[in-house]
């Protein structure tokens, strides 16, 4: 597993702008580009502009493409760093930040998404070995940034189904556990999000090889993410993705609807 380097916003602008101004020589719209790549018009339009950072093998093809002779990629190389995103999870920050829709299933901890601060530093503080103390803050840092999503003018719609096990869990302490609950009782309420807890004790369960995410772009291409101890992929096979679909559509079948599920947050709630 290997680690890329998350880049100076104002780099990713530059390089961003040397790609559009090399497209329009070419004579290429964002559209015929994304075309070329199978990559959408949006993705090319969000690299031009650096809310997308433009990845070394896609450098090398439109270098190729744009007869540009290395210049995209050699730009790429010189960008100053910022701090450390691992390469398998990179692609997947990218494609939640622009998500249409999103669905979760957790086992082992709440999701991102939905972690308040505390909890989230509570979860960094867990990491063996321990990181620093500036490593966990940026770390907090930047899932805190990543429920921005939830804030934009046309939020994603959102489904997570909880393993009850770890809405039980205390990570933290009391006094981060009972502001974690309430911050997803507050959440259960949100018009596009759904939140579902898959009790224990279920005598069948669709998803015991794990978590997953499902994702659906704003172009509509249906992508799945699942995570292991050491790594994770982003998955863009049909058929693989309709699995992990399927096991989704099961999960909620077999998970508390979104009205019990908040019964039982306020239930937890009161044994404060």
Known sequence: MGTTTRR??????????LLALYRQA????????????VIGEQQIASIEQGRRPLKPDLAEQLDELLGTKGALSIALSKMPEVD???LWAEEFLDREREAIAISSYE???LPGLLQTNAYARAVFHSRVPK???AETERH?????ERQSIFHRQEPPIACFVIWEAVLRDRLGGDQVYFEQLRHLREHSEYPDLTLQVLPLGRTAHAALDG???LLETPEHQRLAYTETQRGSQLIA????????????AMLRSQALNPEDTRDLLDRLLGDQ
Request: one cysteine or more; a positive charge; proline letters at 6%.
């Open 237 to 248: 096979n049909p058929d693989e993705v309709a699995i992990l679909t399927q096991r989704c």
């Open 8 to 17: 100076n916003a104002s780099a990713m602008k530059m390089v961003g702008a």
């Open 211 to 213: 978590p997953f995410v």
């Open 107 to 109: 086992n082992q901890v």
């Open 140 to 144: 907090v840092s930047t899932r805190t």
């Open 131 to 133: 990181l620093s103390e």
């Open 26 to 37: 070419a004579g290429h719209t964002q559209r015929s580009l994304g075309e070329r790549f």
């Open 84 to 86: 450390l995103v691992p």
